[in-house]
T-cell receptor, first 112, second 113 residues
Framework: SQTIHQWPATLVQPVGSPLSLECTVE??????LYWYRQAAGRGLQLLFY??????ISSEVPQNLSASRPQDRQFILSSKKLLLSDSGFYLC???????????FGEGSRLTVL | AQSVTQLGSHVSVSEGALVLLRCNYS??????LFWYVQYPNQGLQLLLK??????LVKGINGFEAEFKKSETSFHLTKPSAHMSDAAEYFC???????????FGRGTSLIVHP
């Protein structure tokens, strides 16, 4: 069966520090991968999606970047965090381009 | 273009009462529609999905939703609320050439004893 994991689960970082959140999927090949951010009361904001290794599409101009160095690995990064980067970050993969997403457990980032 | 509107950021019901969470969508082509549930500090979990088969869709935990094309709606219902149903619920739509789903802003379901 397929599983998705992301880490770390919780992160507290000072403003201006770097960020790396990692997501891996097991049990499937060539998945579409997604990074979402969830801010309190604001629903889900799509940040990046990827249809293959090295292929990244950015939905929102911001302080963040994403990379896909391997088929089932998706990394969210920042060189210098801002206070506004705080939130709950969710990684997901989809099944057969239907829009049905499978989510990881989430990573809560607090920038102080 | 596709969009989703969830009416009511918070819905409060008593335990045992009917749950009704509203979702209206906009899509230029036949859509796929989804309801997800999110418990505190967790990822989203699929409750049910509509993919152009039966218009009444049954999901997990006793939830169901009905696709009504004429009303562009996909409301989520459950006959009798349980305390464990308290969570955030998201409606989502994907359609046409863009399989990437668009999510609503979510509805927080509060269940009173």
């Amino acid at each position: 069966s397929q599983t998705i994991h992301q880490w770390p689960a919780t992160l507290v970082q000072p403003v201006g520090s770097p960020l790396s959140l990692e997501c891996t999927v097991e049990g499937t090949s060539n998945p579409n991968l997604y990074w979402y951010r969830q801010a309190a009361g604001r629903g889900l904001q799509l940040l990046f999606y990827s249809v293959g290794i090295g292929q990244i599409s950015s939905e929102v101009p911001q302080n963040l970047s994403a990379s896909r160095p391997q088929d089932r690995q998706f990394i969210l990064s920042s060189k210098k965090l801002l206070l506004s980067d705080s939130g709950f970050y969710l990684c997901a993969w989809d099944r057969e381009n239907t829009g049905e997403l499978f989510f990881g457990e989430g990573s809560r980032l607090t920038v102080l | 273009a596709q969009s989703v509107t969830q009416l009511g950021s918070h819905v409060s019901v008593s335990e045992g009462a009917l749950v009704l969470l509203r979702c209206n969508y906009s899509s230029s082509v036949p859509p796929y529609l989804f309801w997800y549930v999110q418990y505190p500090n967790q990822g989203l979990q699929l409750l049910l999905k509509y993919t152009s088969a039966a218009t009444l869709v049954k999901g997990i935990n006793g939830f169901e939703a009905e696709f009504k094309k004429s009303e562009t709606s996909f409301h989520l219902t459950k006959p009798s609320a349980h305390m464990s149903d308290a969570a955030e619920y998201f409606c989502a739509v994907s359609s046409g050439g863009s399989y990437i789903p668009t999510f609503g802003r979510g509805t927080s379901l509060i269940v009173h004893p």
